[in-house]
């Protein structure tokens, strides 16, 4: 197993991708990316300038214009990955509703696609990368050697999350987590630039009824299968 491959794990909203993909990647000694956590910068970006209205409309001029401005780059301390903004550590920022609430328009200008999908292609240059997302193995890494398509139905993503962030101290219902998690996974599949979707060759995990060791098994099986061949 000298050589390395490229992991592309995309999936619906809160379906455990990144708990799954941030635990392989430690495990094989390789770089995990979450490439939601850059859409989720770029919206925050925009947040912060006004480029949202108060009904969730991206002002898409003004955030393709602002493109050239936004640097992303992420931070390992501890063992822990943070989102870097601009130099600014947002982290636990871009994890609350506000954001939650406004990304997936965002993610649906073609002009932040592309921004965003050559800053993923170059993080994964060297493969040795493990990559979470919506389009990581239909667009960013269509030649990925292992792409894995996540699934969980939405009452149970929506409870993952709202756990997680009550959890982290924030104050959200499961009403309105569950509303969001339905709304984004409407918007991603139904967007014009690469919608979520299955890749062809993808393996498909419903992970509804696994808890966290079988899912991390499992992800580390599909590893060992996809060098071996
Ligand atoms: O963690 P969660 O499942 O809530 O979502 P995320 O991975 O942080 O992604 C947030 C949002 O970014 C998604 O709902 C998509 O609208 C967008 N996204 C995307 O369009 N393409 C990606 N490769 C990753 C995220």
């Given at each position: ?82 989102t870097i903004l601009n130099g600014v ?141």
């Amino acid at each position: 197993m000298n050589n390395k491959i490229t992991i592309a794990i995309d999936g619906y909203s809160s379906s455990g991708k990144s708990t799954m993909a941030k635990r392989l990647a430690a495990e094989i000694g390789y770089r995990y990316i979450d490439s939601g956590a850059m859409y989720r910068a770029v919206t925050l970006f925009a947040m912060q300038h006004n480029m949202i209205s108060q009904s969730g409309t991206p002002d898409k001029d003004k955030i393709i214009a602002a493109l050239p401005d936004i640097k992303i780059n992420f931070q390992i301390q501890d063992g822990t990955q943070s989102t870097i903004l601009n130099g600014v550590n947002v982290e636990k920022e871009i994890r609350q509703m506000a954001v939650s609430n406004n990304v997936s328009p965002v993610a649906a200008i073609p002009e932040v696609r592309h921004c965003l999908v050559a800053m993923q292609q170059a993080f994964g240059k060297e493969k040795g990368i493990v990559m979470d997302g919506r389009d990581i193995g239909t667009t960013v890494f269509p030649n990925a050697e292992l792409k894995i398509f996540v699934k969980a139905s939405a009452e149970t993503r929506a409870q993952r999350r709202f756990k997680e962030l009550i959890e982290k101290g924030s104050r959200a219902s499961y009403a309105e987590v569950l509303a969001n998690v339905v709304h984004r996974d409407h918007l991603d599949e139904t967007r014009e630039e690469s919608p979520l979707r299955q890749a062809e060759d993808a393996i498909l995990l419903d992970n509804s009824n696994m808890s966290l060791e079988e899912q991390n098994a499992w992800m580390l099986e599909r590893y060992k299968e996809a060098c071996s061949k």
